[in-house]
């Protein structure tokens, strides 16, 4: 087992358009693996602006920042990894949501708005986000510890 580095902490959007929600490729280089929208947080700066920021850099779009509705741990014991991310409804309030956007940081290659039934044939992570999105678990919620997929 490696040495366990700090906790990271990141912000992902639940964002929400009609019956759809924006998912992002969650791995720079590998378009398999689908979470929210967001990243991780910059010290001395809330949690609604590190998130704002995010999507702006990761999908070109300006939110509004609402109600925080998943607490959800991940980590990978052999590569001494554990992150938490903290999970908020959003709104777009400006930008093309169809957009050719381009990550600068070349994390995001893909993004895409799905409908519950087209999220179950993705591999998504966390297991709980489907619930959340479409209102089905108690807000705000608690995704426990769960191994993250490499």
């Known amino acids: ?35 929210a929208p967001g990243g991780g947080v910059d010290p ?30 991940f980590h990978h014991e052999r590569r001494g990894f ?7 409804r959003c709104e777009i309030v400006s930008g093309d949501p169809d957009g050719d956007w381009v990550d600068p940081e070349g994390i995001v290659s893909h993004r895409r708005w799905v409908t519950r039934h087209e999220m179950a044939t993705l591999r998504v992570k966390p297991d709980s986000l489907a619930a959340v999105a479409w209102g089905d678990a108690d807000a ?5 510890l769960e191994p993250i997929i490499l």
Not at 5 to 19: N, S, Y
Not at 49 to 64: P, T, W
Not at 140 to 144: E, H, L
């Open 82 to 88: 554990h992150q938490v991310d903290l999970y908020f």
């Open 44 to 73: 001395h700066v809330s949690l609604p602006d590190n998130l704002a920021r995010e999507l702006r850099e990761e999908c070109g779009l300006e939110i509004a920042v609402g109600a925080p509705c998943l607490v959800n741990e």
């Open 1 to 35: 087992m490696t040495t366990p580095r700090p906790v990271r902490l990141a912000v992902r959007a639940i964002l929400m358009r009609g019956d759809r929600l924006l998912l992002v490729n969650a791995y720079k280089g590998r378009e398999d693996l689908w979470c």
């Open 140 to 144: 705000p919620s608690y995704d426990p």
